[in-house]
């Protein structure tokens, strides 16, 4: 069984940073690459940015590049998401996820005012 579980969300105004982690339990983290989602009120859940499972490559949503960067402690079992220059459409409920399983974490809100 394995356990993802998100922190470091919350509330920001426009422009500010957030640093999201999302920590495993159970399971060879460093085997897997790990991916972070997002979902808006009233849309559909779209991936933010995965990183593969050395942390050799990583992908983003082309609405976050340049602003949001995802890495990996492998010593920690743990991903991370540094969100910078925040905007409020970046306002969402925040997951991450092990790619081609049904682990996700339980989302954290994140919230950026205008």
């Known amino acids: 069984q394995v356990q993802l579980v998100e922190s470091g969300g919350g509330l920001v105004k426009s422009g500010g940073s957030l640093r999201l982690s999302c920590a495993a339990f159970?399971?060879?983290?460093?085997?897997?690459?790990m991916r972070w989602y997002r979902q808006a009120p009233g849309k559909e859940r779209e991936l933010v940015a995965s990183i593969t499972s050395t942390g050799g490559s990583t992908d983003y949503l082309d609405s976050v590049k340049g602003r949001f960067t995802i890495s990996r402690d492998n010593a920690k079992n743990t991903v991370y998401l540094q969100m910078n220059d925040l905007k409020p459409e970046d306002t969402a409920v925040y997951y991450c996820?092990?790619?081609?399983?049904?682990?996700w974490g339980q989302g954290i809100q994140v919230t950026v005012s205008s």
């Open positions: 159970g399971s060879t983290f460093r085997s897997y690459s």
């Open positions: 996820n092990r790619p081609y399983s049904n682990y």
